[in-house]
């Protein structure tokens, strides 16, 4: 099976550069209010769909168990160093389009900063949606296209997109911004439904970043992200779904990982998995799993 293509994290210092060092504490400290307001109280098992770094994983405290999932090896090894050894995390590298878990696995997924790096977004929610089990919590955030700086340039001629147009516009190679529209109704089909929405990141201006105390612009945008079931004109929504639908079992007991190549239950067999029904082997490294196909 062709899966698209993917925008490979390895070796990138994202989370040094683009985090710590690019003066970003506002965008991280507004994410963090909106996690809090849309994760649910308690959860077993969360499935965390392009962790890189694990920037958002001790959010995640209310779940029992947390799996990091990223393409890059790097990140998740980045991830490692930061969160400490804890027996909570299972890191996995894994394609978001061959998903190596089998179905109705998940009691909650969030993908944050991720869909925007998706050429077939409907496609890497149908896997999401797979995982989970029904009444799953399913955190999506997207990069939005309608947001009011776009407009505003597309008013004044500085833009050559129409920001109001339902499809996606790459705005750079695997980079996307999506209609939330649009975002919404991939949603509906593939069976999730949404309970809310937040807007996030309203003040995201190196104008605002220099004359406003960071404080100011989290409480600010803390209050502005309630609007997110009006209208969403912010470049970034946060938008928590459940999973419905009955097409999808609940796995069974000990079921746990499938193969990315012919979709066979996997045992857990470190340092090895091997498939026994198509003869894919899938190592275990220093504590992260290697599901990623060579194509
Ligand atoms: C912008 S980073 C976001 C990381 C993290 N969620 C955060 O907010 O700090 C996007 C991450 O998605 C991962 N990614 C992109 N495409 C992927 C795919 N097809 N499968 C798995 N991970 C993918 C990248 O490796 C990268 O770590």
């Given at each position: 099976?062709?899966?698209?293509?993917?925008?490979?994290?390895?070796?990138?210092?994202?989370?040094?550069?683009?985090?710590?060092?690019?003066?970003?504490?506002?965008?991280?400290?507004?994410?963090?209010?909106?996690?809090?307001?849309?994760?649910?109280?308690?959860?077993?098992?969360?499935?965390?769909?392009?962790?890189?770094?694990?920037?958002?994983?001790?959010?995640?405290?209310?779940?029992e168990r947390i799996v990091l999932l990223d393409y890059s090896r790097t990140q998740l090894e980045r991830a490692q160093q930061i969160l400490g050894s804890d027996d909570r995390y299972i890191y996995v590298t894994a394609d978001?389009?061959?998903?190596?878990?089998?179905?109705?696995?998940?009691?909650?997924?969030?993908?944050?900063?991720?869909?925007?790096?998706?050429?077939?977004?409907?496609?890497?929610?149908?896997?999401?949606?797979?995982?989970?089990?029904?009444?799953?919590?399913?955190?999506?955030?997207?990069?939005?296209?309608?947001?009011?700086?776009?407009?505003?340039?597309?008013?004044?001629?500085?833009?050559?997109?129409?920001?109001?147009?339902?499809?996606?516009?790459?705005?750079?190679?695997?980079?996307?911004?999506?209609?939330?529209?649009?975002?919404?109704?991939?949603?509906?089909?593939?069976?999730?439904?949404?309970?809310?929405?937040?807007?996030?990141?309203?003040?995201?201006?190196?104008?605002?970043?220099?004359?406003?105390?960071?404080?100011?612009?989290?409480?600010?945008?803390?209050?502005?992200?309630?609007?997110?079931?009006?209208?969403?004109?912010?470049?970034?929504?946060?938008?928590?779904?459940?999973?419905?639908?009955?097409?999808?079992?609940?796995?069974?007991?000990?079921?746990?990982?499938?193969?990315?190549?012919?979709?066979?239950?996997?045992?857990?067999?470190?340092?090895?998995?091997?498939?026994?029904?198509?003869?894919?082997?899938?190592?275990?490294?220093?504590?992260?799993?290697?599901?990623?196909?060579?194509?």
């Amino acid at each position: 099976m062709q899966t698209p293509p993917i925008c490979n994290y390895e070796g990138s210092d994202y989370q040094d550069v683009f985090w710590e060092q690019g003066g970003r504490a506002y965008e991280d400290g507004a994410e963090a209010v909106a996690l809090q307001r849309l994760l649910p109280p308690r959860g077993k098992l969360l499935l965390e769909l392009g962790a890189g770094a694990g920037r958002n994983t001790p959010r995640y405290q209310n779940y029992e168990r947390i799996v990091l999932l990223d393409y890059s090896r790097t990140q998740l090894e980045r991830a490692q160093q930061i969160l400490g050894s804890d027996d909570r995390y299972i890191y996995v590298t894994a394609d978001i389009y061959r998903l190596p878990f089998v179905n109705g696995l998940f009691d909650g997924a969030t993908m944050i900063r991720t869909l925007h790096h998706m050429a077939e977004p409907r496609l890497a929610l149908e896997q999401v949606r797979r995982v989970l089990l029904k009444n799953a919590c399913f955190i999506l955030e997207f990069a939005n296209k309608r947001n009011l700086k776009s407009i505003l340039r597309y008013i004044l001629g500085r833009q050559y997109w129409n920001p109001f147009s339902p499809d996606p516009v790459e705005f750079a190679p695997l980079n996307f911004d999506f209609h939330p529209g649009t975002l919404r109704a991939w949603l509906r089909q593939t069976d999730f439904v949404v309970e809310r929405q937040l807007t996030v990141s309203h003040l995201r201006m190196g104008f605002f970043k220099r004359i406003l105390p960071l404080n100011f612009m989290i409480w600010f945008d803390s209050m502005a992200q309630l609007t997110g079931d009006l209208w969403q004109l912010s470049p970034s929504v946060f938008v928590r779904s459940h999973a419905s639908g009955n097409a999808i079992q609940p796995a069974a007991p000990g079921a746990f990982f499938r193969c990315p190549a012919c979709g066979a239950d996997l045992q857990d067999t470190p340092p090895q998995l091997v498939c026994t029904a198509c003869g894919q082997t899938y190592p275990v490294e220093n504590g992260i799993y290697d599901f990623r196909l060579q194509s």
